[in-house]
């Protein structure tokens, strides 16, 4: 796929969705990180009803530690990996307590060094909260770069490196989320919805005509 193809790709995307963000219901940069630790192998949905819950009781570092471990497994505890995760978000609100007076830290090294937090979670809150150039692969993203052809690779982080490099500059920020969009509503895994897509005729999917 050529640079022009993307290009007009992406033009497409921005057209229908000028404005794009995550679809985690958040109020603050703590919020969000919380959130994104909490939907690891969990729908959007799914971590919104759960937060939607703990967010008026404890929403800072301080309140969700003081709230203490078990009652946040309470309140998580419909989320996929609940009992893993309310360890780790106790870990990591007693380290931004500590080590980063309570701010969650707006580089990749620090927020790496957090419990639970993995490249793909630090690049979305990097990228959300931050506002800075970053490409969170998740399985959306990972499928739509390969099945269009705009960045395929045999895994997450190269997938990654060839959006870097390969998306054009004016839509990289936004890139992340117009490709998880797109492949959670219109490309999605068992069966494309190739007849209502706005970049039909530029994906490169040899299947489609056939779905």
Known sequence: MNKTKRTEIF??????????????KYASTF????AVMLSAQATDVSV???TEKLFPVANSPEAIVALGESKVRNYIKTIGLFNTKAANVI??????VEQHDSQVPNTREALE???????????VVLNTAFRKVAMAVDTHIFRVSNR??????????????????FIPEEFILD????LILHGRYTCIARKPRCGSCVISDL?????????
Do not use: S
């Open 11 to 24: 033009t497409r995307l921005r057209n229908e969705n000028p404005t794009p963000t995550t679809e985690l």
């Open 31 to 34: 919020e969000l990180l919380i």
């Open 48 to 50: 919104n009803k759960a």
């Open 91 to 96: 870990k990591t609100c007693k380290i931004l």
């Open 113 to 123: 060094a957090l419990p639970g937090v993995g490249r793909k979670t630090a690049n």
């Open 148 to 165: 269009t052809g705009i960045a395929p690779g045999k895994n997450v982080l190269e997938v990654e490196k060839k959006l870097m490099k």
């Open 175 to 178: 890139a992340h989320h117009w």
């Open 203 to 211: 994906c490169e999917y040899k299947k489609k005509e056939l779905d």
